[in-house]
């Protein structure tokens, strides 16, 4: 025969004791009764949390986003992008990808004042790498751009954007010898077909 015990507010009983204070029985209260068993209650000493206490609350995500990072300093420019990534992880944002750019160079000329000589000559190099994050949840969001846009190192900028199809296609260096063996295919594919 089932024993029936009240259900409703769990309250705690606990035993005092001169040395510590441990728990020893929950006691349930409630005007409704349902049928007990030892296996919903935790053993002696142990705190009993509601099973509804760990179910994660379903919160809308964001699909995916590019966080480009940009800046002449490749050291400061690599030591950011890490800290983006321990952030992302700290804040529970998956990362999906995380690769750098081709660096693009430049060329920058000074001018002696009121002439046209050339008085020094600089190569610039523009690092940029890119952290890919997915299922990004729409709470925590405005607390990590907040955080990047706090802590963003003076010479990187920062660009937060969605994925586009562009945004892939300049990532890969495309391959001359394949490209004109492709074309020769298709050529090969439409000779065949006029000639049927």
């Not at 490749?74 to 890490?82: A, G, I, Q, W």
């Not at 937060?160 to 199809?165: R, Y």
């Amino acid at each position: 025969m089932k024993r029936f015990e009240p259900l409703g507010s769990l309250v705690h009983r606990c035993l005092f004791s001169s040395r510590s204070t441990v728990c020893k029985r929950p006691l349930l209260l409630s005007t409704r009764l349902y049928s007990a068993s030892t296996k919903d209650l935790p053993p002696p000493g142990e705190i009993y949390d509601p099973p509804y206490l760990k179910i994660k609350p379903d919160c809308p995500t964001y699909d995916l986003f590019n966080v480009s990072l940009k800046g002449y300093d490749f050291v400061v420019l690599n030591r950011f992008s890490e800290y983006v990534s321990r952030a992302a992880k700290n804040f529970d944002i998956d990362i999906s990808d995380r690769y750098p750019v081709s660096a693009h160079t430049m060329k920058a000329i000074a001018y002696r004042p009121r002439t046209g000589k050339v008085e020094s000559e600089f190569k610039l190099a523009m690092y940029e790498r890119i952290v890919q994050l997915m299922n990004v949840p729409t709470t925590t969001w405005p607390l990590f751009l907040d955080l990047l846009q706090n802590n963003t190192p003076e010479g990187v900028t920062l660009t937060v954007k969605a994925i586009s199809v562009d945004d892939e296609d300049f990532r890969y260096i495309p391959d001359m010898e394949l490209n004109s063996l492709r074309n020769q295919l298709g050529e090969i594919a439409t000779d065949s077909k006029q000639t049927k």
